[in-house]
Nanobody, 123 residues
Framework: VQLQASGGGSVQAGGSLRLSCAAS????????MGWFRQAPGKEREFVAA????????YYADSVKGRFTISRDNAKNTVYLQMKSLKPEDTAVYYC?????????????????WGQGTQVTVSS
């Protein structure tokens, strides 16, 4: 499956963005999905995960209450709504397919990484 993340941009602190992750080549409706991010000089960091049905979600403590992951299996797309953005949220955001199970926060449990989308939050 090919994943394409989009929706990134530059916003001021306190602003909002909605990221999309569109899948092609195969349906992702049977797979759990995740969002990760990577800031310059830092390791890739887990952000959020969602089960195949969308009925269960899991967030990193750093984004809990501010970010919401969702999916539309009919559109083969996963979303990440980000609110109350902070400068420390600045990173390239990636989506990926979890390879079995759901809710993992470890990048090595994911595959089919898409190209990321840059999010920049200024103070």
């Amino acid at each position: 499956v090919q994943l394409q993340a989009s929706g990134g941009g530059s916003v001021q602190a306190g602003g909002s963005l909605r990221l999309s992750c569109a899948a092609s080549g195969r349906t992702i409706s049977s797979y759990a999905m995740g969002w990760f991010r990577q800031a310059p000089g830092k390791e890739r960091e887990f952000v959020a995960a969602i089960s195949w049905s969308g009925g269960s979600t899991y967030y990193a403590d750093s984004v809990k209450g501010r970010f919401t992951i969702s999916r539309d299996n009919a559109k083969n797309t996963v979303y990440l709504q980000m609110k109350s953005l902070k400068p420390e949220d600045t990173a390239v955001y990636y989506c990926a397919v979890q390879q079995g199970g759901w809710g993992s926060k470890y990048f090595y449990d994911y595959g089919d990484w898409g190209q990321g989308t840059q999010v920049t939050v200024s103070s």
